[in-house]
């Protein structure tokens, strides 16, 4: 809990205002150079290549783009699914009202 | 006059806009040939309620959808940026006009209040405390930008007064205007404001003697910035609008809405002032519902006493909505996968929520508004006069624009909602899945307001 609590004070000194809380049961892994903590290392990698760009080693920079592409393979599929949403919506609500009204 | 039955004509407006939308886009004859809406109308009259309410929802949740294909970071922060410097010639002079203007209406109203014609709608009080300023005034604050500071009659008062300058410090935060808000929309609901100049003007005076003992006492920043629910109201409905008070004090144009990507709000209790906003303007129209009347009736009948009633109601409704959304917060740190608390997440998704009442308060007020000009303007050249003036007939179309309304505040929450995910977490997919549980509670806060003003009026029961 003791790092809970290392990481909930530096949080309140953090000049944006943004409170973090870990859950005791979850194991996190903080940013080297501002302490934030992540639930995984592709978010930490993310975090690191948009919070401290011109910080990080050249492997973090790796690690930075190689989560950056496989979140685009992932955002891709969210795309399509959620075009596939929106069309059941607009259809399935095209019917209702045909058949409704 | 009954300002809260207003609703009514937006109700069927909500019914008209929604049904030619529909219409227009199953491209069926009423609309191709541009028959008139009235044609339009008559069709509508069979679009059942549920379907609408499910259409609202609709709408918002394909909002969203369509908003999270945006996902490159530079594009979604560009949106909110622009920002362009408003020269104002001759500032302080327009400032001591608008103070002047301010200190004018409240003699007026006071003055008229108490000693004028009886008439509601001949009563210079009654139509500038409602038409001109609740509903006219308020507008202007997230149309254009929240003027209140500077024409707050009782901010000029207070600052010709000197302040025993003792510090405020309450633990409760905002609290203190939640609690005022809520308790002005009870007044509202259940007194006779709006029909009783004599009331309405002992109201006005009461606040005001609150209000300026308050700044006498604590310091005039201090108490409006932090007691009076008023000024709250109009500041957090001034981060919607176009223009405001750069933090070099500079006024300048902006996007509409991108005050609301800052983080403005100081806690979760600020965040409850919020959300009341939202919940009081979907609770005045609720008590004009023959729902509500019928579950009045049953309550009142199995013992509790119709003073409770309507408090009781105003505290639980507060308390669902203030309840779904805090859910919301505490859901988004499972669904976006975050170790940010759930208090920061709610205080900086809350203020999105700014423009879906801003737009709430156009479906509501603006028809209510145009409708009563006339007499309005009559009983400010002759305030003395029992007068029987025109009242605006509105034509169909007129409604749609309380629907733009209510779509454009969406549009604008979900695009400021959006851009704060993206401000917030390093991932993309991160940002849009932190969305679905605040998407959750704007469908549900959708359907429930498009339910409430698609209902027909009818005058709330024990009051």
Redesign the interface.
């Known amino acids: 809990m003791s790092d809970t609590d290392s990481i909930e004070t530096a949080a309140s000194e953090r000049t944006d205002g943004t409170a973090y809380d870990v859950p005791p049961d979850r194991s996190a892994v903080d940013c080297e150079y501002c302490g934030r903590p992540f639930a995984g290392e592709s978010l930490l990698a993310l975090h690191r290549g948009h919070a401290h760009p011109t910080q990080i080693t050249e492997s973090e920079c790796e690690a930075f783009e190689d989560a950056y592409d496989a979140e685009t393979g992932q955002l891709r599929r969210f795309r399509l699914k959620s075009l596939t949403a929106l069309v059941l919506l607009y259809f399935g609500l095209l019917m209702v009202y045909a058949l409704v009204i | 006059m009954g300002r809260s039955r207003a609703p009514n004509a937006v109700g069927q407006a909500v019914t008209v806009g929604t049904a030619v939308a529909?219409v227009a886009?199953?491209a069926r004859p009423v609309a191709a040939h541009g028959g008139t809406l009235g044609g339009a109308a008559r069709?509508?009259a069979?679009?059942?309620t549920w379907?609408l309410v499910?259409?609202g929802g609709?709408v918002v949740?394909?909002s969203f959808?369509?908003a999270?294909?945006a996902?490159d970071?530079e594009f979604v922060a560009s949106i909110h940026a622009g920002r362009r410097e408003i020269p104002v010639p001759a500032r302080t002079v327009l400032v001591w006009i608008a103070r002047a203007v301010g200190l004018t209406a409240l003699a007026a109203v006071l003055v008229v209040g108490f000693t004028g014609p009886t008439d509601a709608l001949s009563n210079t009080a009654v139509l500038v405390v409602w038409a001109g300023w609740w509903a006219g005034f308020s507008m202007t604050t997230y149309l254009v930008g929240n003027a209140w500071p500077v024409l707050n009659p009782w901010r000029t008062l207070a600052a010709a007064v000197p302040s025993v300058g003792r510090t405020y410090i309450w633990r409760g935060g905002a609290w203190a205007s939640v609690a005022g808000l809520l308790a002005l929309v009870w007044l509202e609901v259940v007194s006779p404001l709006a029909d009783e100049p004599r009331t309405l003007a002992t109201t006005v005076l009461a606040y005001s003697v609150v209000t300026l003992a308050g700044c006498v006492v604590y310091e005039t920043d201090a108490w409006f910035r932090s007691v009076d629910p008023v000024a709250r109201v109009f500041r957090y409905y001034g981060a919607v609008a176009p223009a405001g008070i750069d933090d070099d004090g500079s006024l300048a144009l902006r996007v509409p809405g991108a005050g609301l990507t800052d983080?403005i709000l100081g806690g979760v209790d600020e965040v409850a002032f919020v959300v009341a906003l939202l919940w009081v303007t979907t609770f005045d129209g609720l008590v004009a519902t023959p729902a509500w009347e019928a579950v009045a009736t049953t309550v009142v009948g199995w013992g509790l006493p119709p003073e409770i009633l309507y408090p009781a109601a105003l505290v639980a409704g507060f308390g669902l909505f203030f309840g779904i959304y805090l859910l919301a917060a505490h859901a988004a740190r499972e669904t976006a996968?975050?170790?940010?608390?759930?208090?920061?997440l709610a205080r900086r998704f809350a203020p999105s929520l700014l423009a879906i009442a801003a737009g709430y308060h156009v479906a509501h007020f603006l028809g209510y508004f145009v409708r009563l000009i006339p007499a309005l303007s009559l009983s400010v050249t002759a305030p003395f006069e029992t007068v029987n003036p025109e009242v605006i007939v509105l034509p169909d179309w007129f409604g749609l624009i309380g629907i733009f309304g209510v779509l454009g505040g969406h549009v604008l929450a979900i695009a400021a909602a959006h851009a704060v995910a993206f401000d917030?977490f390093?991932?993309?997919?991160?940002a849009?899945r932190s969305q679905y549980p605040f998407i959750v509670a704007m469908v549900f806060y959708t359907m429930v307001s498009l339910w409430v003003v698609t209902r027909p009026d009818v005058q709330p029961p024990y009051i």
Request: aromatic letters at 6%.
């Open positions: 529909v886009a199953l069709e509508t069979t679009v059942p379907l499910a259409t609709g949740g394909a959808l369509l999270s294909f996902t970071r983080d996968d975050t170790f940010v608390a759930a208090p920061t917030l390093p991932g993309r997919i991160q849009i």
